[in-house]
């Protein structure tokens, strides 16, 4: 055991986690015995988990807490060459996403051209969701296109309607991807030295050839979309990432620090994909369901609307500061679902003097998010969809609120969030305009997390009603 580690599940030969218990849940239990900062050998991993917000706040502004760990299963989605975003280090990590943070800007996060793409595709919602009144079934699969196409507008100018086959065959790479990140191969994460003893039908049982197809398909299609640009390319016009990201490929291209490939490309845009596309869609089912089970809130919310927003025109963004108590719900959606329910894991670059503690080098570094959400210390009644959490006396929205981080904290925090704020409101409040929804009758709406998802709280698929208001 290294010294001055904080106290915790230290078993020498490592302990895995319960399945029936989530690993939240089982990380809340050793914060009540050993206090805000807890460390576990899972496998022959030393993961911190820091419990409380100051904690998490004050660890994630460190440098020395920024990197992500060296996970087989972070490495497959780079087809085991490290680029991208979300799974990169140092300079690398530090250009790509300056350059995603600019994309994102520069491509109309609060300008014109990406909320007119928004309020497009919050049109074409409201008309598919009109197809699907009056009968049970689960929140239509036109969320999720919505959200993709966003995505897909902003790194390639492109847009899919909501019945092609190539949308959804794209999604289903993502979500299973998803189901697969959280499968067996988090046995390689823990455990690394099982990865060159393991034989290749094990591996193949595991899933890994499987996890490596998909990762290869999604990253072939971004290719596709590059090779178009390449041709299409007017250099006094970018017209999105992909352009954005040649130009200043070539740009560098005598630059010896710079690490821009073609191959990086694919990787940063899949980032923004797999990234951005389920917790924004899965946010917005949390808030369908959530809104079902509490009808009296969403009935607020649908005055909210009426008497700010004409019936004959979709809301806008600049309407946003007109509707607060749907922004309040829109938070507390955030807050319960707890969609990283233990944050995406960092690890520790250096031995790090942190408080009474040293935290080793290696160290697997994890925010538990979900117990700050439901933390009585931060809310007054952490279990029920209570709006009033984020509003003031006088109505006004509280945007800053300590024990909250739905999008993380610090030099890794989620660079979409505002993208994904924009788009949830331009969602949710045409949505709400146009429809209410319910649970079918005589059933329950069953909200639980499934403890065996340790990592993402995406939501099962349950029916509700959709019912056009009048
Ligand atoms: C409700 C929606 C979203 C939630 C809850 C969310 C949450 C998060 C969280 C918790 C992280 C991990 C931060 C850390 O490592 O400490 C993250 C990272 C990231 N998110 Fe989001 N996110 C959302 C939407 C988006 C969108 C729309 C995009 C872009 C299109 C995006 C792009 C990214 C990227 C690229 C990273 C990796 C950042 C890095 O490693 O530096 N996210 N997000």
């Known amino acids: 055991k290294p010294?001055?580690?904080?106290?915790?599940?230290?078993?020498?030969?490592?302990?895995?986690?319960?399945?029936?218990?989530?690993?939240?849940?089982?990380v809340m239990e050793l914060r009540k015995k050993h206090g805000d900062i807890v460390s576990w050998r899972m496998g022959s991993r030393i993961f911190i988990f820091f419990c409380d917000y100051k904690t998490i706040k004050a660890a994630f502004s460190k440098i020395e807490f920024t990197d992500r760990p060296d996970f087989y299963s972070f490495d497959i989605f780079n087809e085991y060459t490290k680029s991208g975003i979300a799974n990169t280090n140092g300079q690398m990590w530090i250009d790509n996403r300056r350059f995603a943070l600019r994309q994102l800007k520069d491509l109309g996060m609060g300008k014109t051209q990406l909320e007119q793409a928004i309020q497009y595709e919050a049109v074409c919602l409201v008309e598919d969701f009109k197809r699907h009144t009056g009968r049970p079934g689960p929140p239509p699969a036109s969320i999720t296109v919505a959200v993709l196409n966003v995505i897909w507008k902003l790194a390639a100018d492109h847009r899919f309607e909501v019945d092609s086959p190539e949308v959804h065959s794209f999604n289903k790479m993502i979500?299973?991807?998803?189901?697969?990140?959280?499968?067996?191969v988090v046995w390689f994460d823990l455990m690394p030295w099982l990865i060159p003893i393991v034989p290749n039908f094990v591996r193949k049982w595991m899933g890994i050839d499987t996890i490596e197809k998909n990762v290869h398909k999604v990253l072939e299609l971004m290719g596709e979309y590059i090779k178009q640009h390449q041709k299409t390319l007017d250099p006094d016009n970018p017209r999105d990432y992909i352009d954005a990201y040649l130009l200043e490929m070539e740009a560098r291209k005598d630059d010896p620090q710079s690490n821009m490939s073609i191959f990086d490309l694919k990787n940063c845009m899949a980032d923004l994909f797999t990234a951005g596309s389920e917790t924004t869609a899965s946010t917005i089912r949390w808030a369908i369901y959530y809104l079902a089970k509490y009808p009296e809130i969403q009935a607020k919310v649908h005055k909210e609307i009426d008497s700010v927003v004409s019936r004959d025109v979709l809301p806008s963004i600049q309407q946003k500061n007109s509707l607060?108590?749907?922004e309040a719900v829109t938070l507390e959606i955030h807050r319960l679902a707890s969609l990283l329910r233990v944050g995406l894991v960092h690890s520790c670059n250096k031995d790090t003097k942190f408080g009474d503690y040293v935290i080793p080098k290696g160290a697997v570094l994890s925010a538990l998010q979900e117990g700050c959400h439901s933390d009585?210390?931060?809310?007054?009644?952490?279990?029920?969809?209570?709006?009033?959490?984020?509003?003031?006396?006088?109505?006004?929205?509280?945007?800053?609120?300590?024990?909250?981080?739905p999008f993380s904290l610090g030099r890794r925090q989620c660079p979409g969030e505002s993208l994904a704020r924009m788009e949830l409101f331009v969602f949710l409040s045409a949505l709400l305009q146009n429809f209410s929804f319910s649970i079918p009758k005589?059933?329950?709406?069953?909200l639980e997390k499934n403890p065996k998802d340790s990592f993402l709280n995406l939501p099962k698929e349950l029916d509700i009603v959709i019912t056009e208001r009048p």
Do not use: I
Not at 386 to 399: M, N, Q, S, W
């Open 3 to 26: 010294p001055n580690l904080p106290p915790g599940g230290m078993a020498p030969l490592g302990s895995l986690p319960s399945e029936d218990v989530s690993l939240g849940e089982q």
């Open 175 to 184: 979500t299973t991807l998803f189901e697969d990140f959280q499968g067996p």
């Open 324 to 326: 607060p108590y749907l």
């Open 376 to 405: 009585p210390a931060y809310w007054e009644k952490p279990y029920d969809l209570y709006p009033e959490h984020f509003l003031d006396a006088e109505g006004k929205v509280l945007t800053k609120k300590e024990g909250f981080l």
């Open 442 to 446: 005589g059933k329950e709406l069953r």
